[in-house]
């Protein structure tokens, strides 16, 4: 499977997070759908994923050591983000986990030798401003103690994405990287589980997020991702998890023109515009330097 063009990549993956967040808006917590979606990519598209990275990888000590990094780092992220979900909604925690580009840039610089122009620091830094906009509206809950788990998402989230995108040199087809993708699935749905059980010594939720919902989210959670990963083959990883903010812009003026959601839309607006601002410097030095 070849996407050609890293651009048709991000804007499948855009189009697959913006689908899942709709569908996946009004769950119930306590049904845990992040444990149904991981459990149903792993069903869905575990046994093809696998076969492919145990047949495509060119494995060294390099490749599993940079599997167990991202897994470990993955399974951290779910935690992180499942724990900041308990004490504060959506609306703050997601936007602050998605600042981390910014993070991205850093280690890849310093790690993976990469160098970026100016007009890419800017767009970067632009884009986490907006990010942090958008983050505010969520405010008047618990968020001194969903800080800290929030920040681990995005620090995971910075681990990971560098990882991944030094991993994708020794793995070639598309159903590799999926197979790469749900190693790191398979461990952060384990340690959901063992957490769940000793919480509530139970090994499965009480309830089950709609059939719908569920082939969506396990379509969607998993594949947009690899597409993700895909990309960073030709571009810095940085840039693609910061272009892929753009489905956090059209979520946000799909919930404020189709759904009606009004509350705190000026400053939603204005924070979109940021972001919106920010990716099109980032593009603009795409662009000068390709």
């Known amino acids: 499977m070849n996407f050609g063009d890293p651009g048709i990549a ?11 967040n709709l569908i996946a808006r009004h769950q119930a917590r306590e049904s845990e759908p992040l444990w149904w979606v ?7 598209f575990g046994p093809w994923g696998f076969y492919a990275l145990a047949s495509q990888a060119d494995w060294t000590p390099r490749l599993l050591g940079l599997l167990a990094v991202s897994a470990g780092a993955i399974t951290l992220y779910f935690i992180g983000l499942q724990r ?20 991205i840039a850093l280690w890849s610089t310093s790690v993976l030798g990469e160098s970026f122009g100016t007009l890419a620091w800017i767009g970067i830094g632009v884009s986490a401003l907006g990010l942090a906009m958008m983050a505010a509206t969520g405010r008047g809950h618990a968020e001194g103690r969903a800080l800290p788990w929030a920040m681990l998402a995005m620090l995971a989230t910075s681990v990971y994405s560098v990882a991944d995108k030094a991993a994708t040199s020794q793995i070639d087809g598309f159903g590799g990287l999926v197979g790469y993708l749900s190693v790191g699935y398979l461990a952060a749905w384990l340690a959901m589980s063992l957490r769940m059980h000793r919480e509530t010594a139970r090994w499965c939720p009480a309830r089950r997020p709609g059939l719908l919902v569920l082939l969506a989210g396990s379509v969607c959670i998993g594949m947009a991702y690899a597409l993700v990963i895909h990309a960073m083959r030709t571009l810095p990883a940085a840039e693609v998890v910061a272009y892929t903010n753009a489905g956090l812009v059209l979520a946000t003026l799909l ?7 009004r509350a705190h839309w000026r400053q939603r607006l204005l924070g979109t515009g940021t972001i919106c601002t ?5 593009a603009m030095g795409r ?4």
């Open 10 to 20: 991000i804007g499948l993956s855009v189009v697959m997070h913006v689908a899942w």
């Open 38 to 44: 991981l459990l149903g990519h792993l069903v869905l």
């Open 84 to 103: 900041a979900y308990v004490h504060a909604p959506v609306a703050l925690v997601y936007p602050l986990v998605r600042s981390s580009p910014l993070l």
């Open 255 to 261: 919930s404020l023109g189709v759904f009606r959601e």
């Open 278 to 282: 920010g990716l099109a410097c980032l």
């Open 287 to 290: 662009m000068l330097n390709g």
